[in-house]
T-cell receptor
Framework: SQTIHQWPATLVQPVGSPLSLECTVEGTSNPNLYWYRQAAGRGLQLLFY??????ISSEVPQNLSASRPQDRQFILSSKKLLLSDSGFYLC??????????????FGPGTRLTVL | GDSVTQMEGPVTLSEEAFLTINCTYT??????LFWYVQYPGEGLQLLLKATKADDKGSNKGFEATYRKETTSFHLEKGSVQVSDSAVYFC??????????????FGKGTLLTVNP
């Protein structure tokens, strides 16, 4: 069966510090991968998606970047965190485009607080 | 663009009460509609879905019917339990590939069920 992992689970970082959040998927190949952010009082917003290694699409301009160095690894980064980067970050995967039953499955999330 | 509007929370009910969480959407074409649930400290889980008009999604006693004429997908449960306390997100999806697959979420509704 497929599983999705995120770490760390919680993180407190000072403004201006770098960030690296990791997401890995097990039990599937060539998944589509997604990063969402849930800010306080707001809904979930799609930040990035990836359909393959090295292929990243950004949905909204922001202080963050994403990378996919391996098939089942998706990393969210920042060089200098802002207060507004605080939130709950969710990684999700789905089976590749064109396959049936391709719902998105979410990881447990990382709660980031920038002070 | 696409959008999802959910009733504002929080919603507080007593055990065995009837639950309705309203959800309406704006989208072109024929989107698929979803309800996700987020239990405290966890990521999102798909609760139910409907992919075409008049479809009824159901799971764990929850139901929602895709009403195209009213662009709605209201979530209902006849008798809530304390374990149903969570945040509920309504979402829509258009398309099947890349960014067109992305989910557009409502802001979420916090439900608290008291014994």
């Amino acid at each position: 069966s497929q599983t999705i992992h995120q770490w760390p689970a919680t993180l407190v970082q000072p403004v201006g510090s770098p960030l690296s959040l990791e997401c890995t998927v097990e039990g599937t190949s060539n998944p589509n991968l997604y990063w969402y952010r849930q800010a306080a009082g707001r809904g979930l917003q799609l930040l990035f998606y990836s359909v393959g290694i090295g292929q990243i699409s950004s949905e909204v301009p922001q202080n963050l970047s994403a990378s996919r160095p391996q098939d089942r690894q998706f990393i969210l980064s920042s060089k200098k965190l802002l207060l507004s980067d605080s939130g709950f970050y969710l990684c999700a995967w789905r089976t590749p485009t064109g396959t049936p039953n391709n719902e998105q499955f979410f990881g447990p999330g990382t709660r980031l607080t920038v002070l | 663009g696409d959008s999802v509007t959910q009733m504002e929370g929080p919603v507080t009910l007593s055990e065995e009460a009837f639950l309705t969480i309203n959800c309406t959407y704006t989208a072109t074409g024929y989107p698929s509609l979803f309800w996700y649930v987020q239990y405290p400290g966890e990521g999102l889980q798909l609760l139910l879905k409907a992919t075409k008009a008049d479809d009824k999604g159901s799971n764990k006693g929850f139901e929602a019917t895709y009403r195209k004429e009213t662009t709605s997908f209201h979530l209902e449960k006849g008798s809530v339990q304390v374990s149903d306390s969570a945040v509920y997100f309504c979402a829509l999806r258009r398309g099947s590939g890349g960014s067109n697959y992305k989910l557009t979420f409502g802001k979420g509704t916090l439900l608290t069920v008291n014994p």
